[in-house]
């Protein structure tokens, strides 16, 4: 099985490197998508956009758990 992911936020520290400071682009997932479907993986999985909010990101200090 196969999941592409789409939900990367930066945080953290990920502003100190510019190369993940960012949320991954419309083309590079579109890209990603073409390759999942002309792959031979036949148990894939694509993400809607929708999944790339902020509101996803949990609390990381516990609560809730």
């Given at each position: 099985?196969?999941?592409?992911m ?7 520290r990920?502003?100190e ?5 960012r ?9 990603l998508e073409?390759?999942?479907?002309n792959?031979?993986?036949?148990d894939g999985?694509l993400?809607?956009k ?5 509101n996803f990101?949990?609390c990381?200090?516990?609560s809730?758990?």
């Amino acid at each position: 099985m196969f999941s592409m992911m789409r939900q990367y936020a930066p945080c953290g520290r990920a502003q100190e490197f510019p190369e993940i400071n960012r949320k991954v682009s419309d083309g590079e997932y579109s890209e990603l998508e073409d390759y999942l479907l002309n792959s031979s993986i036949e148990d894939g999985f694509l993400q809607e956009k929708a999944a790339a909010s902020e509101n996803f990101i949990p609390c990381f200090d516990g609560s809730g758990v």
